[in-house]
């Protein structure tokens, strides 16, 4: 129905003139009237107005159904989506209203290709739920929405969602444009001295960070650049924790609810992923739901295969075994690049066994329980058990250099190490050993006497890269120099600095390019996940280029057995 007006003479006389603060809306994003007044409608001088107030309505625009025009579309076919055929006709006002016309809508399908056409057959047809007219989980029948709130324009249909002159867009208004009326009331009769003003915003958005770059590191652009040519084997890895949506509840205070909704970071994380386009994406706290009706699907539309690992161990009560274990490790590659040859797994709680059999008998148990109901797929991390963290990455990195050498292979390790730079576990990665000094505090069960604390892997991190390049000087003052690395991977309330890492053999690869470090302001100083950042980690992502063959062997022996399982106790 239209809106009511005052059909008095009066409404004639006057106008409302409005200005918004912004005609972009943008989804958390306040929008305020910074200037209603009340104009002569004929631009001359006389009377002023007579006492009065404003009144606002905003409404959202939907999409009506294809059948019942005056119905609001809740589901869309994702064929014609795909097709991009008849998008017009795709929406419909239920799942029942599309399974009644599909005899007639399929028709539709014909023009596709062959391969599109077959999966756009059959009754059992994909339907998306549509945010308009409803919430991302629950969404509101056109059937049973109040005539009040809904205004009908030609084919256009607008639904009431303020009355106050700011508005706060939600997710709901994501990629609809809004419609603020506006209009003067005598103050002392209650009757309308004007007809509606109405202002027309641009469609809702995303917040969103500005895109990062991949930065080019000088050093190497004439680097061998004799021996380098077009044959090269060139490819990019990310590493980013994305922080899984069990471990987001209630933790996360200075985020907007609607903010860490998984509905809205989902699809966040997966562009920011997809903008990437690296050769493969090391994935963490990817949650084993997520992983199987979202991202596996998703990004194997792009050519990625996976390798997917959920995280074991249990906690000690049933809610934090939960919590703590319904997430893991994604590995996407690019099939046309990579294909698996061998797949080794390492789960930390079963490979603890070892250490915990050497232990004297009288703390088995507490070691049982310290090193393998703690357990990780990721670097596990919790205050005072930073013996824990040193074992898993004295573990980790012992097997894979007998991976590595056995192949005379080159080596990356990306991921959430919890691990500050300097600390025991970043020092024996990329300086070869730690110098670990056993003590009570560090060092309760005394397992540091059974762990071999060095290595012989060339190990660099990624990012150290930055401080021996010129013309990145943007790059230095988000770097720490004592460290060598990011002044900061992971933001939040109670922690401020550096946990994620890539980590190369720099005798087999050589760093390209970097993505581009961020800074505390570009985030806001508040910490993250926020509506711009999907997660409380920043993706790392380095290119690299192969070094040339002399430096590794040419015909490498059979793959090893699985060296976690014969690591041998010092």
């Not at 025009?69 to 994702?78: D, E, F, G, I, P």
């Not at 690296?278 to 990625?304: M, R, S, T």
């Not at 581009?516 to 806001?524: A, K, T």
Request: aromatic share 10%; proline share 5%.
């Amino acid at each position: 129905m239209a809106l009511e007006e005052d059909q008095d003479s009066k409404t004639s006389q006057w106008e409302v003139s409005v200005t918004l603060s912004s005609n972009q809306p943008v989804i958390g994003t306040e929008i305020i009237t910074t200037e209603t007044k009340l104009v002569n409608s004929y631009h001359t001088i006389g009377a002023p107005p007579p006492p009065h107030s404003f009144v606002y309505t905003w409404y959202r625009h939907s999409i009506p159904c294809s059948v019942h025009r005056h119905k609001l579309a809740t589901v869309q076919c994702t064929s014609c989506a795909k097709l991009n055929a008849s998008i017009e006709k795709s929406y419909h006002c239920s799942s029942k209203c599309f399974s009644d016309a599909w005899n007639k809508h399929k028709k539709y399908h014909h023009w596709a290709a062959n391969a599109a056409r077959n999966n756009s057959t059959g009754n059992q047809q994909d339907v998306k739920k549509l945010r308009s007219s409803g919430s991302w989980p629950n969404l509101i029948d056109g059937s049973v929405l109040d005539e009040n709130a809904i205004m009908v324009e030609e084919d256009n249909i607008w639904i009431k969602v303020g009355s106050s002159n700011t508005y706060v867009p939600t997710l709901y208004d994501c990629d609809f444009r809004l419609r603020l009326h506006s209009a003067a009331v005598d103050s002392s009769l209650g009757t309308r001295l004007s007809p509606d003003n109405i202002v027309v915003t641009d469609p809702v958005i995303k917040p969103s960070h500005p895109p990062r770059k991949m930065i080019r590191l000088q050093n190497t652009l004439n680097l061998n650049f004799n021996a380098q040519s077009s044959n090269d084997v060139v490819f990019s890895v990310l590493s980013y924790n994305i922080l899984a949506d069990s471990l987001s509840i209630n933790a996360f205070g200075y985020c907007p609810k609607w903010a860490l909704a998984w509905e809205y970071r989902q699809e966040n994380l997966l562009e920011e992923i997809i903008k990437y386009d690296a050769d493969i994406l090391c994935l963490q706290e990817v949650q084993c739901d997520h992983f199987e009706n979202f991202f596996e699907p998703e990004l194997k539309k792009l050519g990625y295969s996976v390798m997917y690992k959920k995280k074991t161990g249990a906690g000690l009560f049933t809610a934090e075994s939960e919590k703590s274990t319904n997430h893991g490790c994604a590995t996407f590659y690019h099939s046309k690049l990579f294909k698996e040859i061998m797949k080794y797994e390492l789960e930390f709680d079963k490979e603890a066994s070892s250490v915990v059999n050497a232990l004297e008998p009288r703390i088995r148990f507490k070691g049982s329980h310290r090193l393998t109901s703690k357990a990780n797929t990721h670097i596990h991390w919790s205050k005072g058990h930073e013996d824990v963290t040193l074992f898993q990455v004295v573990h980790l990195v012992n097997g894979l250099e007998k991976i590595a050498q056995s192949q005379q292979i080159p080596l990356i390790i990306c991921g959430d190490f919890n691990s500050r730079p300097g600390s025991d576990p970043h020092n024996f990665v990329v300086k070869g050993s730690a110098n670990c000094i056993s003590e009570k505090a560090n060092d309760p069960l005394g397992i540091y006497q059974y762990l071999k604390l060095h290595h012989s892997l060339s190990l660099v991190s990624a990012y150290s890269s930055f401080l021996h390049s010129d013309g990145v000087e943007e790059q230095w003052r988000k770097m720490n120099s004592q460290t060598s690395e990011p002044a900061f991977t992971f933001f939040s309330d109670k922690f401020f600095g550096t946990l994620d890492y890539i980590f190369y053999t720099d005798n087999s690869l050589i760093v390209e390019s970097l993505l581009e470090l961020v800074d505390r302001e570009s985030i806001d100083n508040n910490g993250i996940p926020s509506p711009a950042w999907p997660s409380d980690h920043i993706a790392l992502m380095a290119s690299f280029r192969l070094r040339p063959p002399s430096h590794w062997g040419l015909s490498p022996p059979p793959f090893p057995l699985n060296p976690w399982h014969l690591v041998a106790l010092n």
